[in-house]
């Protein structure tokens, strides 16, 4: 080429560049997924649309409700414990659970967290596989979603519910990836209104914990025009470096209806009027910060699969 630029006879050269169609997924009803638009995820999967890290880790994200996770547009990103068997009644991979091959629920002691309307719609969010002519698309094409149902919004449950995907990522982590999963993120599109971090010294500190083995943690905050810094919120008035704590937005990038702070609240995203997938394998039009907070989580844990060794290493650490 410089060879070519440097010759006197020649007015212009460049190299003849290879180019490529964006990345906008053939699924039929993305056209109505706004958010999209809004936070440019096409530019984001014009460099990546999920499902590993740059060193070949699974990425996981884990949501703290029950997910019907069987149909089409979210069964491929079902995340499934692969070192564990089936209603065999033993803990074949040395976790402290038995039999807990699609995820856990603590309330019953067993894998059964498949169900319900609204984890199935924040489930879209997230990673509602892309491109494979179905439905929608979610923040992630490719990202295995593990559901841990909670009982209830105690904090004992709380606790013993984000217990399950820490012991599984430090699991992974002690084992260099032999066994356990790589979770990066938590999703809570639930809360306490009012609730005050003061009250909840064990839950809050949780997310401290959890962010020692390398997960973040999203949670939704209320659903209401207030200031969270002045009446609180649990979780997302926790004040851990590693809850993000999120806010609803529309398409005009404005929250409306939600929960503002300029201390407690990290993140807008949006949440009003969104289309995400829903029970029975159609799609739904739905509005609050509990579907503002798992497309942050999706897209954190797009940012996990960014194709950097260096970054995948960092990880690690």
């Known amino acids: ?15 003849n560049h290879i180019g490529k169609e964006r990345s906008i997924p053939n699924d039929p009803n993305y056209t109505l ?24 880790d699974t990425i996981v994200v884990a949501i703290i409700e029950n997910v019907d996770l069987v149909y089409s547009d979210l069964a ?12 065999n009644g033993i803990d074949d991979d040395g976790n402290g659970y038995i039999d807990d091959v699609r995820g856990w629920n603590p309330g019953t002691g067993n894998d059964n967290v498949y169900g319900g309307p609204h984890g199935t719609e924040v489930a879209g969010m997230i990673g509602a596989v892309g491109n494979n002519g179905l439905q ?33 990522r430090r699991l992974y982590n002690s084992t260099a990836g032999a066994s356990g999963a790589f979770i990066v993120a938590t999703n809570a599109s639930w809360g306490v209104d009012g609730g005050q971090p003061s009250d909840a010294p064990l839950w809050c500190a949780m997310y401290d914990t ?19 810094d002045v009446v609180g919120d649990l979780p997302t008035a926790c004040p851990s470096d590693f809850m993000i704590s999120v806010t609803a937005t529309n398409s005009s990038d404005n929250h409306t209806f939600s929960g503002y702070g300029l201390t407690t609240i ?34 954190i844990a797009l940012l996990y699969s960014a194709p950097c060794a260096n970054l995948a290493a960092l990880m690690h650490y």
């Not at 006197?8 to 050269?13: C, H, K, L, Q």
Request: proline letters at 3%; aromatic letters at 6%; charged letters at 10%.
């Open 1 to 15: 080429l410089r060879a070519f630029q440097t010759n006197a006879g020649i007015e212009m050269a460049q190299n």
């Open 33 to 56: 997924q706004w958010q999209h638009q809004n936070i440019d995820s096409e530019g984001a999967w014009d460099v990546t649309t999920g499902g590993l890290t740059a060193l070949g």
């Open 76 to 87: 491929a990103n079902a995340w499934h414990n692969i070192h564990e068997i089936a209603n």
């Open 136 to 168: 929608v698309a979610g923040a992630n094409w490719h990202v295995k979603m593990m559901p841990v149902q909670y009982a209830s919004s105690v904090e004992s449950d709380v606790i013993a519910a984000y217990t399950y995907p820490l012991v599984m």
């Open 210 to 228: 959890l962010g020692t083995a390398g997960i973040l943690n999203c949670g939704a905050t209320a659903n209401n025009n207030v200031d969270i």
């Open 266 to 299: 990290d993140v807008g995203a949006p949440g009003a009027s969104v289309v995400t997938t829903s029970l029975g394998g159609g799609i739904a039009t739905v509005s609050g910060t509990s579907f503002a907070s798992p497309l942050t989580a999706g897209v």
